[in-house]
């Protein structure tokens, strides 16, 4: 035996002893202290090597070679990887777990990457086969198991996501979620912060976790590449030859669909060979030190800043997808026998004791000592206190920044000077100003920049977005703060998600709030939620500038959607619709100034309106959230609304005064959240009130309020509430339609009388 192994202190058990023993169901025992971390595998030069490996095309001129001592190390992390797995499936057929996903069969190619990457110095984006790598990374089995039992102490997610959803910030691993391959866009995000960090100066100093040489990590599985993220993170990666290491875990299925169902060919690397700059390399992923090799080549060409690399790593899977799937049903025995004559773990300890590097003996030393560490992590994990009942709610939004504070309210001390300006210009001086205030903020979407080809950023106008809200922001502040994206709206949000999470401020645009949907994946389940199911853990603050409405002549169906209640529901995002410029001042500073992730939300047809606009009130005006404005006084009607309804409303409430109607008119200005004193003291005041708004009636945001209006202030009511809103339908090209379908001036002068009449 090599005297590596000599040092290892471990109990002689028999392997079918151990087998059995692993598979006893566990009393609830006392938390007993966590296990020792394991030694990091290190690599001693010179040291007697057991293979050397080139790399699958054998273009490598490095050869690492490998001490036994790492050798078994990288065993005893593959066995410890699947040991687990195995814990937590006896665990779920006790009912002490509730879900189990496992990481069995990719364990060696994900050990591989945890030695050729640096936890805590690079970052990583996983996915739910990634136990091995994050064992490999340093985090422990009670920490895993923790995850398992929905623990408080779960570093993952504090028990508020499944197991297997892997997050732990000490390590730069950032909270993983369900969606197959929203991570990586977020990624690329990641990914691209390092890169802009080093070409912005300010920054630099200012991020005291940034490395100029750091590396992304990013891994999916093989049916994740039909997504069309994973194509999207492709393109971003290479045309900008960001530093970011995709390794695609093929193990031949997506749950019951087999890949050549899944992709043209068969072979994912195959279709994207001819990426620029994309190193592309291929794996037997259940050998790990051929893997090892592979890993190590795809890591230094990033670190060199060649560009994004890809490991297409063939695995296996040989337990079913989850434990709520049972592969039996889709899957021959013939195949499942194959793909077991490959099991890594078991092929891998073979080979240590053929080559001599341990004898069996040794091997179930090693096995044993796994055996008993993952038994106890399980009693300690079991016996870990569950969450409390009132952390519920927590971190919805930041605990540490409220945007609805005194702190962002200077309102009433505000000094007007200059000449009055529309909407877009002082929505543009305010982002002209906070990036002054604040290099960190990052500008970017489609068509917003004033000239893509630097070149001829001299000779020409500048685009500065369709609306020219971003104008002239790349002049001053560069092309490094002020760039185009893609058309591809996923793209843009799941880009910033990553940016955010690594410091930066993105301020990004969705040109139309129509075309806003392809990035719903993002918006919903990752920008909205990060903080939340990380447990605080985690956050993305990303400000979504989104042009929106209607009332433009011409902007039929795809240019004048109004849909905001699809997002005023949706837990930890904060929506904001200003309907004047200094409104939209005050409001969109806060928004960048605040630390939750905002959609701002801006009327195309309040952009240019003279009645709207206003002289510039400072580079430190603010508006809180959740503040809204009485912009009409009055005694018999109220009128709660928004957006370009606050114009119409206060038209008819002029024409109702003639007939006798005193009208009020309250402007929420914020929809999440929203002011309810106000809506409250105003119909107390009026006992009659309407809530008017753009969107379709069926379902609306003004359901909500009407409802609570109605349900709380019942008794102060003397008619029926009566909302003012779209048709249930869309809307139109032809004007006569557009006007039929969208709330009039008139509607709301109808509405008024009716109420006072009742």
């Given amino acids: 035996m090599n005297n590596d192994t000599k040092v290892l202190k471990l109990v002689r058990k028999t392997e079918a002893a151990a087998e059995a023993l692993a598979e006893q169901p566990h009393e609830m025992a006392a938390p007993k202290p966590a296990p020792v971390p394991r030694p990091k595998p290190v690599q001693v030069p010179g040291a007697k090597p057991m293979h050397m490996v080139k790399g699958t095309a054998a273009k490598s001129k490095r050869e690492h070679e490998l001490d036994n001592k790492t050798l078994l190390e990288m065993y005893r992390t593959m066995y410890l990887s699947r040991r687990l797995d195995d814990k937590e499936i006896q665990l779920k057929g006790q009912n002490r777990i509730y879900f189990q996903i496992s990481g069995a069969g990719h364990e060696a190619v994900l050990v591989a990457a945890g030695m050729a990457l640096k936890p805590g110095y690079d970052w990583f984006y996983p996915y739910y086969r990634d136990r091995a790598l994050c064992l490999q990374l340093g985090m422990t089995p009670l920490e895993q198991l923790l995850a398992a039992v929905g623990a408080e102490e779960d570093p993952n997610s504090h028990g508020r996501q499944m197991p297997s959803h892997w997050g732990h910030t000490k390590l730069n691993i950032v909270s993983q979620s369900s969606p197959t391959g929203t991570q990586l866009l977020q990624a690329v995000g990641c990914a691209e912060a390092s890169y802009r960090i080093d070409l912005i100066e300010e920054l630099k100093k200012r991020f005291k976790g940034f490395h100029a040489d750091e590396v992304t990590y990013v891994s999916l599985g093989d049916g994740t590449s039909s997504e069309g993220e994973f194509w999207e993170s492709l393109n971003t990666a290479c045309n900008l030859k960001l530093p970011i290491v995709f390794l695609l875990e093929d193990n031949g299925y997506a749950i019951s669909v087999p890949v050549e169902v899944q992709t043209a060919g068969g072979d994912v690397s195959k279709l994207i060979e001819d990426f620029p700059s994309l190193y592309v390399q291929r794996c037997d992923g259940t050998d790990p030190v051929e893997s090892l090799e592979v890993m190590h080549q795809a890591v230094q060409y990033c670190r060199d800043r060649k560009g994004p690399s890809l490991v297409h790593a063939k695995v296996i899977r040989p337990y079913s997808h989850s434990l709520s799937d049972d592969e039996r049903l889709y899957r021959s025995d013939e195949e499942r026998a194959t793909d077991a004559e490959r099991d890594p773990v078991k092929k891998f300890g073979a080979r240590l004791i053929d080559e001599g590097v341990i004898d069996q003996d040794g091997l179930q030393r090693i096995k044993d000592d796994i055996d008993r560490e993952v038994a106890a992590a399980a009693d300690q994990a079991l016996g870990s206190a569950q969450p409390t009942v009132d952390t519920v709610t927590k971190f919805v939004f930041s605990p540490d920044v409220d945007p609805t504070s005194k702190e962002f309210d200077n309102e009433d001390r505000v000094e007007l000077t200059g ?108 920008l909205a939620l990060l903080r939340w199911r990380s447990g605080n853990e985690w956050k993305a603050p990303v400000v979504i500038r989104v042009p929106v409405g209607g009332y433009l002549k011409g902007g039929a169906v795809y240019h004048s959607q109004s849909g905001v209640s699809t997002f005023t529901q949706i837990p930890g995002l904060r929506v904001i619709y200003p309907s004047n410029a200094l409104d939209a001042n005050g409001l969109l500073r806060t928004a960048i100034r605040s630390d939750d992730p905002v959609m701002f939300l801006e ?25 809204a404005k009485r912009v009409r006084e009055g005694n018999d009607v109220s009128i709660i609304t928004y957006g370009a309804l606050v114009q119409r409303s206060l038209v008819a409430s002029k024409q109702a005064e003639r007939d006798g109607i005193s009208v009020e008119v309250i402007d929420l200005r914020s929809l999440v959240p929203y002011d309810w004193n106000s809506i409250a003291e105003s119909v107390k005041k009026t006992n009659r009130v309407i809530v008017a708004h753009e969107d379709s009636l069926s379902f609306g945001y003004g359901a909500e309020i009407a409802a609570r209006i109605s349900s709380e202030l019942f008794e102060h009511l003397d008619a029926p509430v009566r909302r003012v809103c779209a048709l249930d339908t869309f809307v139109a090209y032809a004007p006569v339609l557009e006007d039929a379908i969208l709330p009039q001036i008139g509607d709301v002068a109808r509405a008024i009388a009716e109420v006072k009449a009742y």
């Fill in 419 to 526: 000449n009055p300006g529309t909407m877009v210009d002082l929505i543009n001086r305010c982002l002209h100003t906070e990036m002054e205030r604040d290099p960190r903020i990052i500008v970017f979407g489609e068509d917003v920049a004033d000239c893509s080809r630097d070149q001829y950023l001299e000779t020409v106008k500048g685009k500065g977005g369709v609306f020219k809200v971003t104008a002239n922001l790349q002049r001053k502040f560069g092309s490094a703060r002020v760039f185009n994206s893609p058309l591809a709206e996923a793209n843009i949000v799941g880009r910033a998600i990553g940016m955010a999470t690594r410091g930066l401020k993105p301020v990004v645009e969705i040109q139309f709030f129509d075309y806003i949907w392809p990035a719903m994946h993002q918006i919903r389940n990752e």
């Fill in 603 to 627: 009327h195309k047809h309040l952009y240019r309106q003279a009645y709207n606009k206003s002289q510039y009130p400072g580079p430190e005006f603010m508006i809180p959230f959740g503040k």
